[in-house]
C-alpha cells in the first residue's frame, strides 16, 4: 500500500482539491510521471482511484448536506476540521523519545489551543451571541458579562499556558522544547485565522464561503485537466507536476466560471442572507442591492450573431471576477508553500486521515490563503463599514446603562441645537 | 572606539549605536566574546563564566541599573563558587562602573523624552523595537548559509515593515484622522488610507508571502523555512509588545510609566533582597534567584505601586490622554480616576500624623493589581528568556547596551508587563462604549438626517421605557 501511495498520492505534488476530487486525476498522475511506470501500475492505480473517487464523492455529499443544513453547521464543520487540521500539525514534528519525559506537553498544546478557540470565536460571535440570548435576563447579563472581560479571560488562560510552560522546562530538553513551543504558536495562528475569517466570512452569507471555496476547488480540477492535455513546460521547481498551460488554462477557466458561478448560487436567499444570530431555521432578508439583477448592455464588439443583446447581471459578479482572479494567480502559492514544507520536514503527507487524500491539511492549503483573502475582501471593500443609524441604537441600547441613555438622549439633542444655529 | 562605552555623550537609545566594535571588557564575560558574529557559538566555557554574566536572568532592570547589582549578583552564587570571587573582584568594580554609567545615561534620556511628549516616547518606542527586531534577526542566523541566499534579510524587513503598518495603523487610526482633519485632500487621503488599510497590508503580506516562495533554494528548503517561522515570531513578539505600550503612551503616560517603572523597581528590590538575605533558590532555569529575594521584592513593589500611582498621578502631563498627534501641552478633565478622595485616617496612625486625612486617587487600588503582576508574574517572562538562551547556548541577545547585553535583554519582563497593562486598561478602565465615545461616533459617522432620525428612534425608545416603569 505504501507504494501506490507514493507514486498515486497527489498530495505531494500536485494540486489540493478540497472535495471534489474527480476520478480523472489518478490517470493525470500516471500520465505526468514517467511514461514507463504507467502500465506497471496500472492494475493498482484503478483501485487507487476507486478508493479515492469514493472519499470524494463522500466528501461531497457530506458537504452539501452541511451546506444545506445551515450557517451553525457550517460553522461546527469548520471547526471540527480546525481541530483535525490542528491534531496533524501538533503531531507532526514531534519526536516519540524526548516526548516520554515530558508528561504534559500534549495538554499544553490543547490548552493554547483552547484558549486561542476562546479568543477568536468569541470575538466573532459575540455580538450574535448577545442577539440570541436577549430572551432571558439572567443569561444575558452573563453572557455581557463574559463578552466584556473576555479579552481579560483570554489573556488569563494565555498566561497561565505559559507560565506553566516555563514551569516544565527541563534541562537538555530546552531546545525540544522551545522548538514545540514556537511551533504550536505558528500552528495555532496559521489553523486559527483561516478558520475564524470563514466563519465570520459564513455569517456574511453563505455565498461568501461557498463561492470562494468553488472557485479554489475548480481552480484545482482544471489545472489538472489543461495539464494532462496541453502540459509540457514546467512552472516551477518545487512541484515539478505542475506547467504553464495548467496554470494558464486554470486561470482563465477559473475567472470565467467566477462570473457564472456567482449568477446562480446570488440567486438563492439562503446563501446571500446574513445571519444575525445563532439560531438555524429559515432566512428572510432583503436582497443587498449586490444581488439585484440589473441588465447589462453588451458592449458593442461583440459579434452580431451572438443572441442576446443584453444579459441580467448581479453586481456581485463583478466582485467575483476579483475572486477568481486571486484565486488562480495567488491561492496556488498556498500549494507551493505546503510542497516546500514538506520537502523540507521530508514528509510525504500531513497525515492520513482520508483515505486516498492525505490528510486534512493536504486538502486545505490553498483553502487557507483563499479564505484569508475573502475575508479581507468582503470587509473593505462590500461590507460597509460606515455607521448606520440602527447599528448605532443598537450599541446604545445594548452597552449602555438606561441613565445614561438619557444623559446620551439630551446631549444629542443639544448637539443638534447647536448645530441648527 | 574603545573609549565609546564609557563616556557616550549621547544616551545609547536615542541614538544609533555602533554595536560591531564594542569590545566589552567587563570581566563578568571574562571568557566569553561578545562580538556579534560568535553568538551563536557562544557555548559557555565554564560554569564560573556564567555565573558572573550580569545580564542572565537576575538582571532585567529596564533603566537603573544600581551600583549593588554586581555586588548582589556575586554574593548569591552558590558556595562552591564562592573562591573564584576573589579573582574577578578588581575588575568587577569597573564592570560595576560601566554599568552604572549607562544606566544613569538610559535613565536620563528616558526622563527627557517623558518630558518631551507622547509623539517622542513613540519615536523611542519604535527606535527600540527596530533594534530589538535586528538582534533577534540576527540571533539564529548562520552565516553560511546566508551567503547563497542574497535577498533573505531583505525579507525580514519587508516583513517587519509590514507588520509595523499593520500594528501602528490600528492603534493610530484615529489620532490620524483627528490630526488631519484640517485640510480637506490630506484628510480624504487619509481616510482613504485607513479605510483600504487592511487591503494595503495584506498585499504587502501576500507579496512577501510570494517572494518568500520564490527564492527557496533546493538543500536549504530547511534552513528557510525556519527562518520564516522565526521571523513571525519575533514579528509577534516585538510587534504586539510594542504596539500595546504605544497604546497605553495614548491613554496617558502614566500607563506606561506606571508598569515601567514597576518592573525596574520590582528587580532593583530582587536584587537587594537576595543580595542581604538570599539562601533558597527558586527555579532551577535561574540559579541566582532566591526565594527571598522574590517575596521581599513582590512586597516592595506592591506598596510603592501604590505610592508611584499617587505621585504619578498629579501631573496631567502624564494622565491626560492624547486624542491626536500633536505635540503641545495638553490639558483635560482628569477623569474620576485622578481626582483625590478623601479618607480620614484610621485611629490607630491619627495620633502619630500631622494629617487628618489622607488622599487617595481612586487609580491607586489599580495600582495594586498592577505591582501584584509585576512582582508574581512579570519575572516569567526573565525565565523564558533565560530558559530561550541557554536552549540555544547564547550568551546574550545582542551588546548594544554596555554593560547590559542587548535590548531584548532589557525588555524581556516589560513585554508581559506591557500586554498585561494593556489587557487591564481595556477591560477594567476604559470604558469601551461611554456616552463620549457613541457621541463621538455619531457626529461623525451620520449625517444630518441621519442623526435626527437616530434622535426621534431614541426619544421613542427611551418613552417606552419610562412609561413600562411606571
Not at chain 1, 467575483?320 to 510525504?348: D, M, T
Not at chain 2, 484628510?187 to 487591503?199: C, D, E, N
Not at chain 2, 523597581?265 to 533558590?281: L, R
Amino acid at each position: 500500500m505504501e507504494e501506490e501511495n507514493v507514486t498515486s498520492s497527489p498530495s505531494t505534488q500536485v494540486p489540493r482539491i478540497r472535495h471534489r476530487r474527480r476520478s480523472n486525476e489518478a490517470v493525470v498522475d500516471g500520465d505526468r510521471v514517467n511514461a514507463s511506470p504507467l502500465l506497471v501500475n496500472d492494475r493498482n492505480k484503478y483501485k487507487s482511484f476507486m478508493v479515492r473517487t469514493y472519499s470524494t464523492l463522500w466528501m461531497i455529499g457530506g458537504f452539501v448536506l452541511v451546506v444545506y443544513m445551515g450557517h451553525l453547521y457550517i460553522t461546527a464543520m469548520v471547526v471540527v476540521i480546525q481541530i483535525f487540521m490542528a491534531k496533524e500539525l501538533f503531531n507532526l514534528l514531534r519526536k516519540a523519545p524526548e516526548d516520554k519525559c515530558l508528561p504534559y506537553i500534549k495538554q499544553l498544546n490543547w490548552h493554547f489551543f483552547f484558549t486561542a478557540m476562546l479568543f477568536v470565536y468569541g470575538r466573532i460571535l459575540s455580538q450574535r451571541l448577545a442577539n440570541t440570548m436577549t430572551a432571558d435576563q439572567f443569561f444575558y447579563r452573563l453572557v455581557s458579562g463574559l463578552i466584556k472581560y473576555h479579552m481579560a479571560i483570554c489573556y488569563s488562560l494565555y498566561i497561565i499556558g505559559f507560565m506553566w510552560f516555563i514551569l516544565t522546562l527541563k534541562k537538555k530538553m530546552y531546545k525540544y522544547q522551545f522548538g514545540q513551543y514556537a511551533w504550536t504558536h505558528m500552528i495555532l495562528i496559521v489553523v486559527f485565522t483561516q478558520s475564524s475569517f470563514t466563519v465570520a466570512n459564513i455569517f456574511e452569507g453563505i455565498f461568501w464561503f461557498l463561492l470562494p471555496a468553488s472557485l479554489i476547488i475548480i481552480n484545482d480540477i482544471f489545472a489538472y485537466i489543461f495539464g494532462f492535455f496541453f502540459g509540457r513546460t514546467p512552472l516551477i521547481k518545487l512541484s515539478p507536476k505542475k506547467t504553464w498551460e495548467g496554470f494558464i488554462g486554470a486561470s482563465v477557466t477559473t475567472i470565467i466560471s467566477a462570473f457564472v458561478l456567482a449568477n446562480i448560487l446570488g440567486r438563492f436567499p439562503w446563501l446571500t442572507c446574513p445571519r444575525e444570530d445563532l439560531s438555524t431555521g429559515w432566512l428572510q432578508c432583503d436582497a443587498d442591492p449586490l444581488f439585484k439583477p440589473e441588465p447589462f448592455a453588451l458592449p458593442s464588439w461583440i459579434p452580431e450573431w451572438f443572441p442576446w443583446k443584453e444579459m441580467t447581471i448581479l453586481p456581485v459578479q463583478w466582485h467575483a471576477l476579483c475572486h477568481g482572479l486571486f484565486a488562480s494567480i495567488i491561492a496556488p502559492f498556498g500549494g507551493f508553500f505546503a510542497s516546500g514544507f514538506k520537502r523540507a520536514f521530508k514528509i510525504k503527507d500531513f497525515g492520513d486521515s482520508i483515505p486516498g487524500h492525505g490528510g486534512i491539511t493536504d486538502r486545505m492549503d490553498c483553502q487557507m490563503v483563499m479564505a484569508v483573502f475573502a475575508y479581507i475582501y468582503l470587509q473593505s471593500f462590500i461590507v460597509s463599514q460606515s455607521v448606520s443609524v440602527d447599528k448605532i441604537l443598537d450599541q446604545i441600547l445594548t452597552n449602555l446603562t438606561f441613565e445614561e441613555q438619557q444623559a446620551l438622549f439630551m446631549k444629542l439633542g443639544q448637539m443638534m441645537k447647536d448645530k441648527l444655529q | 572606539m574603545a573609549m565609546e562605552k564609557d563616556l557616550n555623550p549621547h544616551s545609547p537609545r536615542i541614538r544609533k549605536l555602533r554595536e560591531n566594535s564594542h569590545p566589552n571588557t567587563s570581566t563578568s564575560r571574562m571568557c566569553n566574546n561578545n562580538q556579534r558574529d560568535n553568538h551563536y557559538q557562544n557555548i559557555l566555557n565554564s560554569p564560573r563564566d556564567y555565573n558572573y554574566a550580569p545580564s542572565s536572568p537576575t538582571a532585567r532592570t529596564r533603566h537603573r541599573r544600581r551600583s549593588s547589582e554586581n555586588l548582589s549578583e556575586v554574593s548569591r552564587s552558590n558556595v562552591s563558587r564562592v573562591s573564584n570571587l576573589l579573582l574577578g573582584d578588581k575588575n568587577k568594580y569597573k564592570s560595576m562602573w560601566i554599568r552604572t554609567c549607562s544606566s544613569l545615561w538610559m535613565l536620563g534620556g528616558v526622563m527627557f523624552i517623558i518630558y518631551m511628549g507622547h509623539l517622542y516616547i513613540w519615536a523611542m518606542v519604535v527606535a527600540i523595537q527596530i533594534f530589538m527586531a535586528r538582534e533577534l534577526f540576527f540571533l539564529l542566523r548562520r552565516v553560511h548559509e546566508e551567503r547563497r541566499l542574497p535577498g533573505f534579510r531583505l525579507l525580514n524587513w519587508h516583513f517587519f515593515f509590514t507588520a509595523m503598518l499593520f500594528v501602528y495603523g490600528r492603534m493610530l487610526q484615529q489620532q490620524l484622522v483627528n490630526t488631519v482633519s484640517s485640510d480637506r485632500f490630506i484628510y480624504k487621503l487619509v481616510s482613504g488610507l485607513i479605510k483600504y488599510q487592511m487591503v494595503i497590508w495584506y498585499f504587502l503580506y501576500i507579496a512577501g508571502f510570494i517572494w518568500f516562495i520564490l527564492t527557496l533554494k533546493k538543500k536549504m528548503y530547511r534552513y528557510q523555512f525556519g527562518q520564516y517561522a522565526w521571523t513571525h515570531m519575533i514579528l509577534i513578539v516585538v510587534l504586539a509588545q510594542s504596539s500595546f505600550i504605544v497604546a497605553n503612551i495614548f491613554e496617558g503616560i502614566f500607563w506606561f510609566l506606571l508598569p515601567a517603572a514597576l518592573i525596574a523597581m520590582n528587580d532593583v528590590a530582587a536584587y537587594f533582597f537576595g543580595f542581604y538575605f538570599g539562601k533558597t533558590p527558586l527555579i532551577k532555569l535561574s540559579p541566582k534567584k532566591t526565594w527571598e529575594g522574590f517575596i521581599g521584592a513582590s512586597v516592595a513593589t506592591i506598596i510603592s505601586a501604590f505610592f508611584f500611582a499617587n505621585v504619578l498621578g498629579q501631573f496631567q502631563w502624564l494622565t491626560c490622554p492624547r486624542k491626536d498627534l500633536s505635540t503641545g501641552w495638553l490639558h483635560c478633565d482628569p477623569g474620576p480616576l485622578f481626582r483625590p478622595e478623601y479618607y480620614p485616617l484610621p485611629f490607630w496612625i491619627a495620633p502619630f500624623s500631622p494629617w487628618k486625612e489622607i488622599s487617595i486617587l481612586p487609580v491607586q487600588w489599580h495600582a495594586f493589581s498592577l505591582g501584584l503582576f509585576a512582582s508574581a508574574i512579570a519575572p516569567f517572562g526573565g525565565f523564558f528568556a533565560s530558559g530561550f538562551k541557554r536552549a540555544f547556548k547564547i550568551k546574550d541577545f545582542g551588546d548594544s547596551i554596555p554593560g547590559h547585553g542587548g535590548f531584548t535583554d532589557r525588555m524581556d519582563c516589560q513585554n508581559v508587563m506591557a500586554f498585561f497593562a494593556y489587557i487591564y486598561i481595556h477591560s477594567f478602565i476604559v470604558n469601551q462604549y461611554s456616552v463620549e465615545m457613541i457621541l463621538d461616533q455619531i457626529s461623525r459617522g451620520l449625517g444630518d438626517e441621519e442623526q435626527k432620525m437616530l434622535y426621534v428612534k431614541l426619544g421613542d425608545i427611551l418613552q417606552h421605557k419610562l412609561q413600562g416603569r411606571f
